[in-house]
């Protein structure tokens, strides 16, 4: 079973919501999954979603391919493609992003480059989400309890 982050506890078990996982998946292999499409898919669809690997270049080209499947078959439209950053900040233990350093002083948190590098790229990748603008942040604060940076 996958391991969830337990800001994400109130959802997760139905999977009504989109997991930082998926949305991380999503980002990796450059499609867009609108939440009104994710909960047109099927439990097991879902769950594929959170267990199939997206590491490796033929994993990410076969998630992609099976997410594009999938949304066509849900939907009848084809998925929304994106550009994929070859150097995604999440990967980057060397550098904190502006906009993440900002959310974090709002909550009085000083993110050393130091406490960076010890998360996982999937909680760098989480707060970099949860700290972006027009973003509900009420699991901001959660996640930065969660990863023990308060």
Same mark, same amino acid.
């Given at each position: ?8 506890? @109130?959802?997760?078990?139905?999977? /009504? +919501?989109?997991?930082?996982?998926? /949305?991380? !998946?999503? @980002? =990796? ?24 690997? +997206?590491? =490796?270049?033929? &994993? ?12 066509? *078959? /849900?939907? %009848?439209?084809?998925?929304? &493609?994106?550009?994929? @950053? ?11 992003? @502006? $906009?993440?350093?900002? !959310?974090? !002083?709002?909550?009085?948190? $000083?993110?050393?480059? *130091? ?7 999937? *909680? ?9 603008? %027009? ?16």
């Amino acid at each position: 079973m996958t391991n969830f982050f337990k800001f994400e506890a @109130d959802f997760v078990d139905s999977l /009504r +919501c989109i997991p930082m996982l998926v /949305r991380c !998946k999503l @980002d =990796t292999c450059g499609i867009k999954l609108k939440l009104s499409d994710w909960n047109k898919m099927t439990q097991k669809e879902r769950e594929a979603l959170v267990e199939l690997p +997206c590491t =490796t270049p033929n &994993e990410v080209q076969a998630y992609r391919d099976y997410l594009q499947n999938l949304i066509l *078959q /849900r939907t %009848g439209t084809a998925a929304t &493609e994106l550009s994929i @950053d070859p150097h995604p900040a999440w990967k980057d233990t060397c550098t904190i992003p @502006d $906009n993440l350093q900002e !959310k974090a !002083k709002e909550f009085n948190i $000083n993110l050393t480059l *130091q406490k960076w590098s010890a998360l996982t790229e999937l *909680q760098r990748f989480a707060l970099i989400k949860l700290s972006r603008s %027009g973003h509900e942040n009420e699991n901001f604060p959660k996640a930065i309890a969660e990863f023990n940076l308060v």
